[in-house]
T-cell receptor, first 111, second 114 residues
Framework: LAKTTQPISMDSYEGQEVNITCSHN???????ITWYQQFPSQGPRFIIQ???TKVTNEVASLFIPADRKSSTLSLPRVSLSDTAVYYC????????????FGAGTRLFVKA | EADIYQTPRYLVIGTGKKITLECSQT?????MYWYQQDPGMELHLIHY?????STEKGDLSSESTVSRIRTEHFPLTLESARPSHTSQYLC????WGQGITEAFFGQGTRLTVV
């Protein structure tokens, strides 16, 4: 399983764009990159996934360079309710979703 | 909204008691998982299942056991609870296939053993 490294915490202000970068140097050919969000006392929630280049949905964008050794989650115009822990995961195709959640990035959005 | 349910949400129990944490999903997912998470800490996979009658141990050793008699149900049991078992337990389920990386998590059970 590929190990991921991401910042422990980040601060931002309401209305700003937030970019969280994750490194995954040992990513395998069949691995996908996935991001989850977790609020206190709740289970993680899927945000976005990608394999290469750029993916965008209604919540976020995910940028993946050609070598796939890193990825950047972009949250546009954050609000106070985006304060949460964000996990970057590398998910392989062996045996279903069974992967390691690291410590994640604690995002604090201030007014 | 994910159709995966955990009961109870909160449980305070005395040392030595036997407990079962319930997890049910109505999405027909074959894969189910149990994670353990202490406050502010990482999630650790403790058990998973590929389907009915399949159970495997996860990355973190746990004294708990699981069973999978029905697709939708994946209970976790502690035969004799101890204070060291105090934690949050999260159940999840997913489909399986190339490019499928979304797992659906329940709200969790916060267990306190006194």
């Amino acid at each position: 399983l590929a190990k991921t490294t991401q910042p422990i915490s980040m601060d931002s202000y309401e209305g700003q764009e937030v970019n969280i970068t994750c490194s995954h140097n040992n990513i395998a050919t069949n691995d996908y990159i996935t991001w989850y969000q977790q609020f206190p006392s709740q289970g993680p929630r899927f945000i976005i996934q990608g394999y290469k280049t750029k993916v965008t949905n209604e919540v976020a964008s995910l940028f993946i360079p050609a070598d796939r050794k890193s990825s950047t989650l972009s949250l546009p115009r954050v609000s106070l309710s985006d304060t949460a822990v964000y996990y970057c995961l590398v998910v392989g195709n062996t045996g279903g979703f069974k992967t390691i959640f690291g410590a994640g990035t604690r995002l604090f959005v201030k007014a | 909204e994910a159709d995966i349910y955990q009961t109870p949400r909160y449980l305070v129990i005395g040392t030595g008691k036997k407990i079962t944490l319930e997890c049910s999903q109505t999405m027909g997912h074959d894969k189910m998982y149990w994670y353990q998470q202490d406050p502010g800490m990482e999630l650790h996979l403790i058990h998973y299942s590929y389907g009915v009658n399949s159970t495997e141990k996860g990355d973190l050793s746990s004294e708990s056991t699981v069973s999978r008699i029905r697709t939708e149900h994946f209970p976790l049991t502690l035969e004799s609870a101890r204070p060291s078992h105090t934690s949050q337990y999260l159940c999840a389920s997913s489909l399986w296939g190339q490019g499928i990386t979304e797992a659906f998590f329940g709200q969790g059970t916060r267990l306190t053993v006194v």
